[in-house]
């Protein structure tokens, strides 16, 4: 979704240029407003957005060249049952992801990013506080939404 988001308004910003008279392009420079610095400012919101876009990128790649194996004649039905399952994972964990980021802000009313990979659950918080017992806690609720044991790792940004 924020892949495709980001693709439209690339889109709608190369039209714009493309169809922006050229004199405004010829404008020139002043030196002064060249020298002027800019202030960025980036909330701890935004790095768990920049994430998700990532995620979400890496996700699309993913499963289009999985989808290319399924689709693809001269693929083996080993190579193709074995993308089946492969897709099949992804789109549970996206769908596991999703819900622990859900029940992490409900529990602990906490913005989190979640990254499922196998066995490995990777868990960045959106708080300036480092609290073990914080990270302990979360660890415990993730853990009791599986049977078999994960790996969890949490991390404060």
Do not use: C
Request: avoid cysteine; aromatic fraction near 6%.
């Amino acid at each position: 979704m924020w892949f495709l988001t980001l693709l439209s308004l690339v889109l709608v910003l190369g039209v714009y240029y493309v169809t922006m008279p050229n004199d405004l392009l010829s404008t020139k420079v002043s030196s002064e407003e060249l020298v002027k610095e800019t202030n960025v400012q980036v909330s701890e919101g935004d790095i768990l957005i920049a994430m998700r876009a990532n995620r979400d990128e890496e996700i699309s790649l993913e499963k289009d060249k999985l989808e290319q194996i399924l689709t693809n004649n001269e693929s083996t039905k080993e190579e193709k049952n074995q993308a089946f399952e492969e897709l099949k994972l992804l789109n549970l964990n996206i769908g596991k992801e999703e819900e622990l980021e859900t029940k992490i802000e409900e529990d602990f009313g906490i913005k989190s990013f979640i990254e499922i990979n196998k066995d490995n659950i990777k868990v960045v918080i959106n708080s300036k506080e480092h609290d073990a017992a914080l990270a302990n806690n979360i660890m415990r609720s993730i853990q009791e939404e599986y049977e078999e044991k994960m790996y969890i790792t949490v991390e404060f940004e």
